[in-house]
T-cell receptor
């Protein structure tokens, strides 16, 4: 099956810093999504981005499908950005395979 | 986000007992999913549904069954709970625009 690798596994930053999270996948995909799991466990959909670039406030994402990677950018980090960020890609039949996540800690 | 609720939110049960978790959605989404989340394994798909009475297995389906008799409800049943099924269970739905939305999760402990 398709493999999804996220890096770095852990990232600790000061408030106001910028960060880049990476997701590599082993096969071509037509569905890639980014999620944020907050410290209380809630999973929030950030982006559906099988290709191209999208922006939502301080967050943006870029997927280069031909090179099999996606990047999530967080600018001017806030403590509320802390949590785990997951990348997920479709394995077929609308089923997602999740990476192991990047744990982001933003210190005040 | 889609209106997705899960019940119960927390449950402690004994090994060998049956357990049913319920997922309810108000968005009329066709696709629904059950995942489990464990330390070191991320999120793994248990079963999913692509319509009423239409279900299929995911990556970790052994020991679990599902049913979907109505668009809005997707039930996950552990026929005979084991300690290895202690986990956090998430339900999700998929919108027509392909985004998946998650419920709040159910923390299940099997003693």
């Amino acid at each position: 099956g398709i493999q999804v690798e996220q890096s770095p596994p852990d990232l600790i930053l000061q408030e106001g810093a910028n960060s880049t999270l990476r997701c590599n996948f082993s096969d071509s995909v037509n569905n890639l999504q980014w999620f944020h799991q907050n410290p209380w466990g809630q999973l929030i959909n950030l982006f559906y981005i099988p290709s191209g670039t999208k922006q939502n406030g301080r967050l943006s994402a870029t997927t280069v499908a031909t090179e099999r990677y996606s990047l999530l950018y967080i600018s001017s980090s806030q403590t509320t950005d802390s949590g785990v960020y997951f990348c997920a890609v479709e394995q077929g039949a609308q089923k997602l395979v999740f990476g192991q996540g990047t744990r982001l800690t933003i210190n005040p | 986000d889609a209106g997705i609720t899960q019940s119960p939110r927390h449950k402690v049960t004994e090994t060998g007992t049956p357990v049913t978790l319920r997922c309810h959605q108000t968005e009329n989404h066709r696709y629904m999913y059950w995942y489990r989340q464990d330390p070191g394994h991320g999120l793994r798909l248990i079963h999913y549904s692509y319509g009423v009475k239409d279900t299929d297995k995911g990556e970790v389906s052994d020991g679990y069954s599902v049913s979907r008799s109505k668009t809005e409800d997707f039930l996950l049943t552990l026929e005979s709970a084991t300690s290895s099924q202690t986990s956090v269970y998430f339900c999700a739905t998929q919108a027509n625009s392909y985004e998946q939305y998650f419920g709040p999760g159910t923390r299940l402990t099997v003693t």
